[in-house]
């Protein structure tokens, strides 16, 4: 769309999806997540705690998470540099 409508000056492509997140041997089945590209963050403004917008999805493996994800998966340790799984097999 960007190429055909100069009006466009970006898009993002965006996908409802749910699956199982395990973080070591802790399992959370999550409904309702969304899985977006990194210009997400260029259209769309939220506040960030840890890490900035413009760099958080540069890793296709990278995710970003709410406060209280955050405390849901890791308790009171800090999230940033963990690795947690998506249905067992894809590291994020």
């Not at 802790?26 to 413009?54: M, N, Q, T, W, Y």
């Amino acid at each position: 769309m960007i190429e055909e409508f100069p009006e466009i000056r970006n898009a993002v492509r965006f996908v409802w999806g749910s699956g199982i997140l395990q973080y070591k041997n802790k399992k959370f089945e999550e409904r309702d997540k969304l899985l977006v590209e990194p210009a997400f963050f260029e259209i769309f403004s939220f506040p960030f705690i840890k890490g900035h917008p413009g760099t958080a999805l540069d890793d296709p493996g990278s995710i970003v998470i709410t406060e209280s994800a955050a405390k849901k998966y890791f308790g009171d340790k800090n999230p940033m540099g963990k690795t947690m799984q998506y249905f067992a097999r894809v590291d994020l």
